[in-house]
């Protein structure tokens, strides 16, 4: 016995110190540089009806999703956040874009005001952290989340969120960052492009606006790749390209009203549409959650408690008792809001396995496989990607590390 036991403990010793297998310290193996770059509410489609020469070529050279699925609610924050920290909506906290808190008695909200800067609200790690706590130089160009410092840590260069700064120069500064013999050289840097998704919101995804922006997409693509090219990253950087959610066209004929369900005056909105996240008074959640399933049409309502486990979205405390979701396509809201505001033409935030709300998810570099499309997977696991592919010991996340390796070469 003590023989077999021994003899196995040698084996063991052997076959996991042999250089090449998995035990083997990833930490210690050189990496290539990762260029993540977000274009806000991009969809699959709209290469399929497009010219889009540069995308065609990125895809052809690298590995691409049927589709991503992404994180539920399926609003820019809560996605966004999910991919630089690969943890669920429930685990990270930025349960939509605009939230009060009633623990922190603070609002959360993303535009130029008070709040996201604040660190208490973004939980989890993303992994220009996890790169800087191990010895690696991160310089994000936007991203929601990367103005904050995380756990007392920021990225080397980060930028205050400008909308306004020209797409081409962010390309630029960030091509400067990545340089192999600039100031920075960084190991990971970001890019995020809004306007897809605006045109989106203002015409509809089948409009020939938003074909329009798909074909400004591809341009800065196009200037992308060269600029790669350019200061000498062409076989070393790996580029992602991912979207946060998809679009879906709204319709005048397809509005629910809330106060003709319930008493507005009973619960306190969080968020309006197309999931309405309601805080009821004290003692009004039994009378207001029967209320909702007793109309129940066009929309789902749950309590927290009960919210199926897929959509990832009960566990936190910052959501709300209620939560009820509109189907496809509806809104909800309330006849003063809609007589004033009208709806837009388009939006996002629906149920995550909605096919609208599908998005796109494509990479290449010399860690890629080339000329591969892969099966849809969930955007949680690309932050265990990224920790693989820079080397770094990624922190406590949801996503799993093997989900991703049959993108990679290896
Ligand atoms: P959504 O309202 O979900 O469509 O979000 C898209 C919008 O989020 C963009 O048009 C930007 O105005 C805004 N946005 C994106 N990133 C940031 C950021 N880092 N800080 C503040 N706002 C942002
Ligand atoms: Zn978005
Ligand atoms: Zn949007």
Redesign the pocket.
Known sequence: MVRNTSFFTLLFLIVFSTPGCDSVDQTQRPSNPILLVSI??FMNEYLDRNETPNFDRFIQNGTKAEYLIPVFPT???PTHWTIATGLYTENHGIIT?SFYDYELDARFS??PQEG?NDERWWGGEPIWVTAEKQGKTAATF???G??ASINGVRPTKWMD?D?SVPDSVRIDSVMTWLDPVGDVQADFSTL?F?FV??RG?AFGPNSPEVDEAVREMDDLLGHLLNQTEAVGLRESLNIILVSDHGMAELSEDKIIFLEDIIDLNDVDVIDWTPVAMLRPKEGKTEEVYRALKEHEENYSVFLKDEMPERFRFSNHYRIPEIIMMADMSYTITSRPFFEQRGIIAAT?GYDNMEPEMRTFFAAGGPDFKQGVVVDPFESVHIYELMAYLLRLEPASNDGDPEELLHLLRR
């Open positions: 806000d509410g609003k820019t924050f874009n993303y535009g996201p936007f991203w929601p990367s103005e969120y909308g995020y809004s998704d605006s919101h996002h």
